[in-house]
């Protein structure tokens, strides 16, 4: 079920590890290039939602500039960052992560024009790509392993009515080079053009469509 | 864009493999329980089909029963045979992959609610797990490989329009031992009950859920 207009105020946090990021992606990238990848992703996640018209709040655990975003450095963990700020949000808040290279304005209206309490965006292998928590007050969050059941449980404890968003594009975090392939397909932005510039191309044979890296088969 | 109602009068089609299915399945499942497994997954695909009101012809390799589907049986590739029937169509045409566990009516019904002649569900890896053609006539497949994007190219040259359905649960085809994990974290269904009895269970550490079987992890 979705809310006649889309028009909703909503303010946007995005978690953002800056230093030695996606270290899933070591066998194909250096350090410094995963710190550019993870860049060109912010980039098209930020993009995003700014398109609908929400402001952004970087959470970040070092210091880093974001022009589109306010950057909030925040040195304890993911977790421990999200509940300090949660009972400080005063509108509807959206927990977007940022290797979500195939969100859209779109996709994203799809999660906020929910009539739920709670809206959750599975990621793949059971983690959280996206809360959206209408009542930030009254919610805590907990990431890291199997959070897409902790996070529907919470919210159906403390009386939360909850939709799970059903969406490829938002379910597709990028953390190991399997995931790179779906980029490689459905990407249009600046994370897919960034691994297009880095020698990146698909490569078709039977089976599932598979990458490869300056010549040589990466999956 | 979706029709103001979803009662499209279609028919469906199901191409199904009963013997030796789900090769890349070989390392955790016996050829005899990847037959009964490719059972539960097609049960589950033609149930929710049914939900829909559409007919079901199951498009067989071989000599199959199935209570609630037509069995049609031909010997030659999967192309040659779907591309032989689909002239003699006189209704739209909804192409569904038997290993789809995690369909159900209301995103089946999100593919034929569709105002454009042809709508695609990407599978993961490049492939096509959902076809909906209007005017099956004047359409032919070419599955393997990177089907996904052939499939939109050859509408646009016929000058047919294309909507991309954007779905997690539709596009979760289960080829690889990874793919389990989705349908044991999301499926409602009796494939998901096929691998609780068989002694899968999900295993949550750091990182992605991963699944073990009979007490060995298996991804």
Not at 28 to 50: C, I, K, P, Q, W
Not at 84 to 92: F, G, K, S, T, Y
Request: glycine letters at 6%.
């Amino acid at each position: 079920m979705r809310e006649a207009t889309n028009i909703m105020h909503f303010h946007t946090i995005v978690p953002f590890r800056p230093v030695n990021p996606k270290t899933r992606l070591s066998g194909v990238l250096t350090e410094e290039e995963r710190g550019s990848f993870a860049d060109a992703m912010l980039t098209d996640v930020v993009a995003a939602v700014r398109e609908c018209g929400s402001e952004v709040t970087l959470l970040s655990t070092d210091p880093y500039v974001c022009p589109e975003a306010d950057v909030l450095v925040r040195q304890e963990g993911l977790n421990e960052a999200l509940n300090w700020i949660l009972p400080q949000c005063e509108v509807p808040v959206l927990i977007i992560m940022s290797d979500l290279p195939l969100v859209t304005k779109e996709t994203i209206l799809q999660v906020t024009s929910t009539v739920s309490d709670l809206a959750v965006v599975p990621g793949l292998g059971g983690g959280t790509n996206i809360l959206f928590i209408r009542d930030p007050k009254r919610y805590r969050v907990q990431y890291y392993g199997y959070s897409f059941r902790w996070h529907i449980e919470v919210a159906r404890e403390l009386g939360m009515t909850v939709e799970v968003v059903d969406s490829l594009r938002l379910s597709t975090d990028v953390d190991e080079p399997a995931d790179l392939v779906e980029l490689m397909i459905h990407g249009t932005g600046r994370s897919k053009a960034w691994l297009e510039q880095h020698e990146f191309a698909l490569v078709a044979e039977s089976g599932r469509v598979k990458i490869k890296h300056r010549g040589d088969n990466v999956i």
